[in-house]
């Protein structure tokens, strides 16, 4: 039997390495016994030698290499021989790996885990004193910690990047880190120090006692998070009988206590921010658009951001109509800016439509949606919800006063002449408007946009460049002067 | 009046703070202090560095700027007309308090909140003021997550997200009309308004210009909200309405639901029970199978006719009962959608289930090893050397997982 001794200091690189060459020399895991730290009782036929050197390269799953770094800082010492003889399957059968029944696997997993769950603990529970003074360049601390398993040298590197601007010292049984000048290193284990008062401590209790909430005691969730083998190195713990003791008396008096009657000073604060909230901006204040933003007319503004209203000059000769805000519209509060405002966008700027010439807006001005997973999905307003939010689009109508209004797709037609017959049927004729304005029908640029086949889509697109064309021409609106040269090939 | 100790500030203030469940501090960029000219990491994971006896983990030092009030919302320990001791923190307090507490390793950053004072702006900028003092002047690398005041002028909050991991606004209660009653200064718009800014400064901030230039981060760690349960009368069906609609329009990291507790110096007008600890528990439960286990709304609400979910056994269990001609379903052969669907199974289950099985069939002991609870699957389930058997259709099938039932107490 071969006696492996491994040091307390580096210990999984030095593991790694002997197993390295362990396995290439072939031998099985029965013929050796491994141990950590100072050399244990020799056994009779034991005999200590230094690992052979790998005689060639040894091949494993990064995974192992991951479990066995993990592996190598448990407090079993039967770890390294569990650690090899697994090593010495998984030579033969390298899919072992991800057997997640095997039952040698799911016990180095289950110490992994341990080992894990350690290192977090660590993490989290390791409190530190200052042992410098406060006003030095560079201060300094130190905490003692008492880990389950060794898990100061993996969880060093941790400390080093979070404080990296102070000198400290995490002492522990086992092994000790020393971070000192944005040097880390490795001491053997200490004693529990003395550790200097700090004031800093205090207020921390402080704060622990009242982020409690007496109405709501879980004791058992605390402690299988926070388990009682960590408290007596936690400042905060010596508070935690105190504390449950106190709750229930804490809030039965809670609940008990009369109503009291507001302060004093109540009246006047409420009277002083209405005064304030008067002066202060708060959305658009005059006419149809802050009248708009408060509409509750249908429920669809219960679930929407916000009306969005129309956009444009107030005097514009054309007006388009869409059927309603969509997710980016609803978002940003703007009509048309979604991927089918930036579709009409280019289809009417080849029509020689300007976008800052015409009005903007939906005949339905809340969005309609169903959530599904983080996206949401458009859903086509009712015959109802289209005659409430009417009232808003009249209004639009009679304030813009244009010359035509083009309804794209079936929910503005039905909005603008009172008539939902298909819209494919009327596309490209002018009907007379329910407020005497002509409106030319054409379709929705969002139906161009869920046209999955690209000849039809093309076709689609022709016949809304074709009809805003029309529309121009006859709303009279002049071509733009980079366009006028060539109207004819437009239109 | 004499001056108030910093001790004396931090009970009162932290106090105020704790009826905010949120406490995360994951999710955030990268970033750490090797260089020694800063303090503190994010490593994207939160570490939770204590807990309180309530069960609750404190991550961050979860403070309020100051608990005066103009505001008078019935449910809240600070609202105007209530009689709790008031106190304000200057900002080198705060700036002091976070950093100190950071470095003795009790925290992973700040948790800002305010009470609402002269008027939104102010409040808003002086706690952008602290958030700044701690980025630029203390090089602080930690977690910072600041409530944001709903009407508070854009460039307020386009600076707190340049400074702070996480925003939050709260949309406080279920409905809009709960909100009306119950916190008459608030409104559900704005607050859908600002929460839909800061989605879109999310998003702008991660788009690089045709340069390829950055532009400035902006919350990396996103936004959350908390909603109060059991204050009004809504049903859980019109929670987690709510909450698929927020998550859905607003890419919110995380609602949190905050069963409404007893506070001091509490409104006559809401009704001071116990908090509906376990209610709050199962809405989490179905937010998790809303967002990581493929359950569609009407699935989860089906399961509950009164809208309410079942309070003895969790909305998985019940949905499963609710449809058992789908199961037993074969862990050797069914879909991950379907897997997804047993109870006890969990995510990383079903992930071990479907690698392992692509080497060879599983095994009712397998299953134990890969973190099942088959207290729970047993019966939904078939393996090699496993099936249930007359189990999955014995009539009381509900009633071997429900708690006993008690007698009620006389008092």
């Known amino acids: 039997m071969q006696v492996v001794s491994l040091p307390s200091i580096g210990t999984a690189a030095a593991w790694r390495e002997a197993a390295r060459g362990y396995l290439s020399a072939g031998e099985p895991p029965e013929d050796l016994r491994w141990h950590c730290g100072a050399p244990g009782e020799a056994g009779l036929f034991d005999t200590a030698a230094a690992p052979p050197a790998p005689a060639r390269s040894v091949a494993v799953p990064r995974s192992f290499v991951n479990l066995a770094e993990s592996v190598s800082w448990h407090s079993d010492p039967a770890r390294f021989d569990r650690l090899y003889a697994f090593l010495w399957r998984l030579k033969d059968a390298p899919q072992l790996m991800s057997d997640r029944g095997d039952a040698q696997l799911a016990h180095l997993r289950r110490m992994e885990k341990s080992v894990h769950r350690c290192q977090h603990k660590m993490k989290a529970f390791v409190r530190f004193r200052e042992t410098g003074s406060p006003e030095a360049a560079r201060r300094s601390f130190a905490a003692w910690f008492e880990p389950e398993h060794r898990t100061v040298e993996p969880t060093a590197p941790f400390f080093a990047r979070r404080f990296g601007d102070m000198d400290w010292r995490i002492l522990t049984p086992d092994v000790c880190a020393v971070f000192e000048g944005g040097v880390l290193r490795f001491e053997p284990g200490a004693p529990k120090p003395g550790l200097p008062e700090d004031a800093s401590e205090a207020l921390w209790l402080t704060y622990f006692r009242n982020i409690f909430n007496p109405a709501r005691l879980k004791v058992k969730a605390m402690q299988s998070e926070m388990p009682k083998k960590y408290w007596r190195n936690m400042p905060e713990a010596a508070a935690i009988p105190e504390l449950i003791a106190t709750a229930p008396a804490r809030a039965r008096a809670m609940a008990e206590a009369a109503p009291t009657l507001p302060p004093a000073r109540t009246a006047r604060v409420q009277a002083a921010a209405e005064q304030a909230a008067a002066e202060h901006w708060a959305g658009p204040q005059d006419g149809l658009a802050a009248a708009l933003a408060g509409c509750t007319r249908c429920p669809l503004h219960c679930a929407a951001t916000q009306a969005v209203p129309g956009e444009g000059p107030q005097d514009a000769a054309l007006m388009l109509v869409g059927e309603q805000p969509g997710d980016r519209e609803d978002l940003t509060g703007r009509p048309f800016v979604g991927p089918a405002g930036q579709l009409l966008d280019a289809v009417a700027a080849e029509a020689g439509v300007a976008r800052e010439a015409v009005y903007l807006t939906n005949a339905v001005k809340h969005f309609k949606f169903r959530p599904q997973g983080r996206r949401r999905l458009h859903q086509r307003p009712d015959a109802g919800e289209v005659q409430r939010c009417r009232w808003w689009l009249d209004a639009e109508v009679k304030l813009v006063q244009p010359r035509l209004i083009v309804a794209m797709g079936a929910t503005a037609a039905l909005a603008l002449t009172g008539s939902g017959g298909s819209l494919m049927a009327r596309r490209g004729t002018v009907e007379s408007g329910r407020q005497g304005v002509p409106v030319l029908l054409t379709l929705h640029p969002a139906h161009i946009l869920r046209t999955p086949d690209p000849a039809a889509q093309a076709r689609l697109r022709g016949l809304l460049r074709s009809d805003l064309a029309a529309a121009r021409a006859r709303a009279g609106l002049a071509l733009p002067a980079a366009q006028a040269g060539q109207a004819g090939q437009v239109a | ?411």
């Not at chain 2, 994971?45 to 005066?68: E, Q, V």
């Not at chain 2, 470095?103 to 909140?113: A, C």
């Not at chain 2, 286990?293 to 056994?313: C, K, M, R, V, W």
């Open chain 2, 1 to 411: 009046m004499s001056k108030m100790s910093v001790r004396d500030k931090l009970a009162i203030l932290s106090d105020a703070a704790k009826y905010d469940a949120s406490c995360a501090s994951s999710g955030s960029s990268k970033r750490d202090s090797r260089d020694g000219k800063g303090l503190g990491s994010n490593t994207g994971a939160g570490i939770c560095h204590a807990y309180a006896p309530d069960g609750r983990c404190i991550s961050l030092l979860k403070i309020l700027m100051t608990n005066f009030c103009i505001y008078d919302c019935a449910y809240c320990i600070n609202r105007v007309s209530s009689n709790v001791p008031r106190a304000r923190f200057t900002p080198d307090e705060v700036v002091k308090l976070t950093v100190e507490f950071y470095r003795r390793n009790y925290i992973e950053g700040l948790f800002l909140s305010s009470g609402i004072i002269r008027s939104p702006d102010a409040t808003m900028s002086d706690m952008v003021q602290i958030a700044r003092k701690l980025r630029e002047e203390e090089n602080f690398r930690g977690y910072i997550h600041l409530k944001t005041i709903p009407d508070a002028a854009p460039e307020l909050i386009a600076e707190a997200g340049r400074l702070a991991d996480r925003l939050s606004i709260n949309v406080e209660l279920p409905t809009d009309a709960s909100v009306r009653q119950h916190a008459p200064e608030k409104k559900p718009e704005q607050i859908r308004k600002a929460m839909a800014d800061v989605r879109l400064r999310g998003e702008a901030a991660k788009d690089r210009s045709h340069t390829g230039k950055r532009p400035p981060r902006f919350a990396p760690a996103g936004q959350s909200t908390q909603v109060i349960v059991g204050a009004d009368g809504s049903s859980d069906a019109v929670i987690l309405g709510q909450s698929t609609r927020l998550y859905g329009s607003y890419g919110l990291r995380r609602v949190y639901y905050s069963a409404f507790s007893p506070i001091p110096d509490a409104s006559a007008r809401l009704p001071l029970v116990s908090p509906p600890l376990v209610r709050e528990h199962r809405l989490y439960q179905a937010d998790w199978l809303l967002r990581f286990y493929g359950f569609g709304l009407e699935e989860i609400t089906s399961a509950a006719p009164d809208g309410n979910l079942d309070l003895e056994i969790d909305p998985k269990l019940a949905w499963a009962l609710a449809h058992r001609g789908l199961f037993p379903l074969d862990v050797n052969r069914a879909s991950r959608e379907e897997l997804l669907r047993v109870p006890g199974f969990g995510v990383r289950t079903v992930n071990r289930i479907l690698s392992t099985r692509r080497h060879r069939a599983l095994r009712y002991e397998d299953l134990q090893r890969m973190g099942a609870l088959l207290k729970k699957a047993r019966p939904f389930i078939t393996a090699v050397g496993w099936t249930p058997g007359a189990l999955a259709d014995t009539a009381d099938l509900r009633s071997r997982f429900a708690p006993p039932p008690e007698q009620l107490s006389l008092f």
